[in-house]
Every structure is written in C-alpha cells, then in structure tokens.
C-alpha cells in the first residue's frame, strides 16, 4: 500500500490467489457482490440475488435474462421442446407437468411486469393462470389469443417469424416415404417416432355399380394427379397433423383441387398440376415456395410407385382412404356443431355446405373404385411426371433469371432530376 503525493489518496495492490494476478484499487470499496457460498445468489449470472429455481434442473436465477441465457439454454429449450410436442401429438401432461409450465409462464409474465410491460385493460394480481383457467390449449386457441397481453402476442410473433417456434417442432415424415411398410404396420422414424399408415377404406364399390349411363373418361387419371397433389400439399403443410386440425385441411384440401370444388375435368396431366400449383399460389398463407410446389410432385410419383413389399394394396388407395376419412369426419361434424357449423367454411358459397361435404367424399369413393379397376394406366403417368416436372423447373429458373435481370437493370439505370436550375 502506498500513499500519493496529494496526502489523502490510497493505492491498494492485493494479490489473488493465482499467482502473479495483482488488482489495483484507488479507493477502499465495500463489495457488494453476493455471497454465492449461501447459495442465495444467482448461479447464472453470478451478480444479483436470486428470485426463482428452475423446476426443471433446481438451478436459482434472477431474471428471465438469465433463464434464456446459454448457460441455461439446454435446459429451457429442452423443456419447451418437451411442451410443445406433447400438444401437438395431444398426448396427456400430467399435473405434475402442467404445473412446471405454468410456474415458467408465470415467472415470465412476473418479470414483465417489473418492466412495465403488462396490458393496462388486465387487473393487478391477474396471473396468466387465471386468464387461461378453463381454456382447452389445443382448442381454444382464438380465446387464448384474446386472452394474451400485447406484448406477448409480440414476443410470440417474433418467436414465429424468427423460426424460433418452428425449431421447436420436429419435421414430420410422410408414411408414403418408407416404401418397406404395410397398412397398418408401424412407421419407425427418428424425428417422429412411430406413425401408421393409413387404412385401406373397407367395402370399396364396384366401378359398374357407380356408373350407369356412360364410362369413365380416359382422362380420369389426371383429375386424380390433381386430387392426390392437393392431399400431399395439405399433409406436408399441416406436418402430418391435417387430422387434428380438420376444419382448416378440409376446406384448404376443398379449394386447392379444382376436381373437387369445381367439378373441372383435365385433358392434359399438365394442366391438372398447374392447376393445383396456382391454387396453392394465391392463398398466401398457403404457399411456401416454388421450390416447395414442385418437391410435390415427388410425392406424387412415390404414391404411385407404392410400397415394394405389399403389391395388392397401392399407396394410392391409403392416401384416397384417408381424404375420404378427412371429409367424412368433416360431414360428422357439421352435424353435430351447428353452433358453428365449420365456422371456416363461411368463404364457402355454398349454402348447403353439409351437402356439398357428402358430394366430395362421393367423388372420393369414385376415385377409389375407378384406380382399383386403372392402376396399370395410371402407372403410366411416373415418366410423364418427371419430365412434367423438369419442365415446370426451368420455367422457374428462367423466371427467377428474368426477375434478377430486370432488378440489376433498374439498379444501373442513373437517377432522373426531379428539380433542375434553369438560369
């Protein structure tokens, strides 16, 4: 320790415990910082005193800060993944479980509070326990949307278009994929575990017993690309949960397939996946992209291709079986919600929509008998698909070209005066 010139000031060395690591201090200063050795600090950020315990690891941290932080993050991702999967898959969480989530939810919505972030029409003391008390979590979801703060709806917002949710959900693998499996037998997938195929619809009618004035048209097999691209667009989109959200996969399947929502009957396999491909195009919250549309037709073609194993049933077959399942759930619904009567369905111009429902799964089942009486016909669809589709991939490509071209021009082009002096 020495003293400065001026008389009053100090300079203080001490020396840690490794060696050679000297601090220097002007002045003697009481230090503040919390004693960790009683376990009352926060072991995350190791500044402030703790105010919570993580039910998950036990871990004492101030802050949401700290609760987000990477040293935190295996643990609090984990435990969101673990929540938000168990919902999807609508398995059961115990209370033990539910209880975890709401002391999370809880301590989130605690420490915006502390920030001033809380919604002025919400009462003091009104936790998101009592908001949500009696809401369904995967029914309710507009009642719950209503029931968020402002500033939640923004933080899940950013949580959406950051991808942030997205990363939390794992990538569903279609059943058709695996060509080795069988209806009904069990789909082993390392990102989605065990899924099933779906069952082949019983008591398929006769094509004679359908048709009684004129035979089916030879052009039948495009109409069913048409229908079979719309089902693989409302699977992949709906990441093999287009079940658990009926209402939106039947009216969406309904509009992408001209076949059956306007009756339109294709002469070329071309304007049949056209067809689909600007239906998916101009609803926005439907589309992905071009890159997307197309990857459908490989679908397509697995469909028809089948599984390798079982020759008597076709992969076809299971994917009508299921949209017939889709709309007869759908029909079984409307009758028994009249409350609501599909409240989606209200775009639908329909004024009987429970009719329209019952005339769509009559096309399915037609489509059904007719491809057990065609499968060899439609078989001869696979190499037209391919060039179809390398077609459809150039016309991109020199699309995005020309785009890029006309951008790079406008770029160049120099600026026009909008005032000039004139002497």
């Not at 490794?18 to 190791?46: E, H, N, W, Y």
């Not at 459908?296 to 299921?322: M, R, W």
């Amino acid at each position: 320790m020495t003293r400065g010139g001026d008389g009053g000031r100090l300079t203080i060395a001490s020396k840690s415990n490794m060696a050679g690591d000297i601090r220097l201090k002007d002045d003697v200063v009481k230090d503040d910082t919390p004693d960790f050795t009683d376990a009352s600090g926060c072991q995350l950020c190791l500044k402030k005193l703790s105010k919570y315990t993580c039910p998950r690891c036990n871990v004492k941290y101030c802050s949401v800060e700290c609760y987000r932080s990477r040293k935190h993050v295996q643990c609090s991702e984990t435990f969101y993944k673990q929540c938000v999967m168990d919902t999807l898959k609508g398995d059961t969480i115990d209370n033990h479980e539910k209880r975890k989530m709401m002391e999370i939810l809880k301590r989130f919505e605690q420490e915006e509070t502390e920030d001033g972030l809380t919604d002025e029409g919400l009462e003091l003391g009104e936790n998101l326990e009592e908001r949500l008390e009696g809401l369904n979590l995967n029914r309710d979801t507009e009642r719950i949307w209503e029931k968020l703060t402002e500033e939640e709806k923004r933080e899940f917002q950013r949580a959406v278009d950051d991808g942030y949710i997205g990363s939390l959900v794992d990538t569903w693998v279609p059943w058709w994929i695996n060509r080795d499996a069988s209806p009904g037998e069990p789909i082993r997938s390392e990102t989605t575990g065990n899924c099933m195929l779906p069952k082949l619809l019983k008591n398929i009618p006769q094509l004679s017993s359908l048709i009684k004035s004129k035979p089916a048209s030879d052009q039948t097999k495009y109409n069913l690309v048409n229908i079979l691209y719309s089902y693989v667009y409302i699977c992949r989109y709906y990441n093999g949960c287009h079940h658990d959200f009926l209402q939106e996969a039947v009216d969406r399947l309904w509009r992408l397939s001209a076949v059956l929502y306007h009756t339109v009957h294709f002469s070329s396999l071309d304007d049949a996946l056209r067809s689909a491909i600007e239906a998916s195009q101009q609803h926005k919250e439907l589309f992905n992209s071009e890159e997307f549309s197309l990857s459908i037709i490989d679908d397509i073609l697995l469909l028809l291709k089948g599984s390798e194993i079982d020759k008597e049933t076709h992969y076809v077959e299971l994917a009508l079986s299921d949209i017939h399942r889709l709309f007869a759930k759908a029909i079984k619904l409307s009758k028994t919600d009249s409350k609501t009567n599909l409240a989606i369905h209200k775009n639908i111009e329909s004024k009987d929509h429970g009719k329209s429902l019952w005339l769509v799964k009559k096309k399915i089942l037609f489509m059904l008998a007719w491809f057990c009486e065609n499968q060899e016909e439609c078989l001869t669809l696979i190499p037209f698909l391919v060039v179809v589709k390398e077609a459809m991939a150039l016309d991109v490509k020199q699309l995005q070209e020309e785009k890029l071209k006309i951008q790079k021009s406008r770029m160049q082009r120099p600026g026009k005066k909008l005032i000039e002096e004139i002497n």
